[in-house]
């Protein structure tokens, strides 16, 4: 998180100093990708809570029988 905060701090900067109105442009592209990579950090997490919970599911699912195979009846 901590890099994902200094490469944020660092395409501002760099995009600040060229200043004037093409700096104003590609600030605002900067951004825009900022968002854009914030937003595919967010689904890859989203999705990677998906894949767990299933996992886990899937998991419980199989555990159920095979604790029940050692008792007698």
Same mark, same amino acid.
């Given at each position: =998180?901590?890099?994902?905060?200094?490469? !944020? #701090?660092? !395409?501002?900067?760099?995009?600040?100093?060229?200043?004037g109105? @093409?700096?104003r !442009?590609?600030?605002?592209?900067?951004? =825009?990708?900022? %968002?854009?990579?914030?937003? +595919?950090?967010?689904? %890859?997490? +989203? !999705?990677?809570?998906?894949?767990? #919970? #299933?996992?886990? #599911?899937? %998991? *419980? @699912?199989? +555990?159920?029988?095979a +604790?029940? *195979?050692?008792?007698?009846?």
């Amino acid at each position: =998180m901590i890099l994902l905060t200094r490469l !944020i #701090d660092l !395409i501002v900067r760099g995009v600040r100093s060229l200043g004037g109105h @093409n700096g104003r !442009i590609l600030q605002s592209f900067a951004w =825009m990708f900022v %968002l854009v990579v914030l937003g +595919a950090g967010v689904t %890859l997490v +989203a !999705i990677g809570i998906t894949y767990i #919970d #299933d996992l886990v #599911d899937v %998991l *419980e @699912n199989s +555990a159920a029988p095979a +604790a029940g *195979e050692g008792t007698l009846p």
